[in-house]
């Protein structure tokens, strides 16, 4: 015969209860809070614990993985949008990947901050007699320090650092104080971290084209390092606001997406519990004709 009314009602119980099996397992509602689940966890994994009588492994492994989903934020929110464990991918949303980008490029930043530092105290300094006689004067002292203390890593730096003195006492001499401050200027954009020999070629055409158009003054250093420290909470507060964005963006999207999915798992896991339920009925049915059959036997 036809399936009763009740059946397709219960199968689409049966199929929400599917979707929502942790929080079955738990014995909780979807509202449920943080505590409310720790506390579930606690009264259900004792009492199927494979020790206790009545527990079992299979039992306690579910309520372990129900609770370390539920109580998990992220794994929560995406069991809740599509119905599924989706496993223990722990891969950054939007607003980390946001604030990882934030950290590189403020560690690029600081980097051209100390750079801009060094490359305006040697490019400045070096025009003045007296900071190359003093900066000379001090790798001397720097050498016979190292030699007398043997310190030999300070009789490096020393001999290392008074190449740029002499060599800005030669360019001044040479009237070529400008090729210095290119050189300088490249060096400290980074001319021998990069392999490529047209790389190379491009930084030191952009260190020549600053110092054309842009000079070598105090002033112009000192500009570009305030723009440098400025622009440090700036990059911070841009990529912040970018992730959380994304993040607002992202969440709507998989919103709609989840309630895409849990509908059609939802009508799956009915239609499933419905041919079950029908099956059942079907296999009820034949049982029961024969025994009414014998019954009209007997009265006849």
């Known amino acids: 015969g036809e399936m009763p009314a009740t059946t397709t009602t219960t199968a689409a119980a049966k199929g929400r209860a599917m979707l929502d099996s942790y929080y079955a397992v738990l014995e909780l509602d979807r509202s449920a809070s943080t ?116 310190k030999t890593q300070a009789e490096r730096v020393a001999f290392r650092v008074v190449v740029l003195p002499l060599a800005a006492w030669l360019a001044n001499a040479a009237k070529v104080a400008p090729l210095f401050d290119v050189a300088v200027e490249a060096i400290a954009g980074g001319l021998f971290e990069f392999d ?23 002033a112009l250093f000192l500009k570009l390092l305030v723009a440098e420290l400025i622009l440090l909470p700036v990059n911070f507060v841009f990529f912040q606001l970018a992730g959380h964005i994304a993040h607002e963006i992202l969440k709507h999207k998989l919103d709609k997406c989840g309630d895409q999915v849990r509908a059609a798992l ?34 006849s």
């Open 35 to 150: 505590e409310d689940i720790a506390k579930a966890y606690r009264r259900v994994s004792l009492r199927c614990h494979p020790d206790r009588r009545g527990g079992s492994e299979e039992a306690f492994q579910m309520v372990s993985r129900a609770y370390e989903v539920l109580s998990d934020e992220r794994k929560r929110a995406s069991y809740d949008r599509f119905g599924l464990d989706l496993g223990d991918d722990d891969a950054g949303g939007p607003e980390d990947v946001a604030t990882e980008m934030a950290s590189h490029v403020n560690k690029g930043l600081g980097v051209a901050v100390v750079r801009t530092a060094l490359a305006g105290a040697v490019v400045v300094g070096a025009k003045r007699r007296w900071a190359r006689s003093g900066t000379i004067a001090a790798c001397g002292v720097g050498v016979v320090y190292g030699k007398l203390a043997g």
């Open 196 to 218: 490529q020999p047209k790389i190379r070629a491009a930084v030191v055409v952009v260190a020549a084209l600053a110092r054309w158009l842009l000079g070598a003054r105090l």
């Open 266 to 299: 939802l009508a799956q896991a009915s239609e499933l519990a419905a041919l079950k339920a029908e099956l059942q009925h079907k296999s009820n049915s034949k049982h029961e004709r024969p025994t009414t059959a014998r019954h009209r036997t007997k009265n």
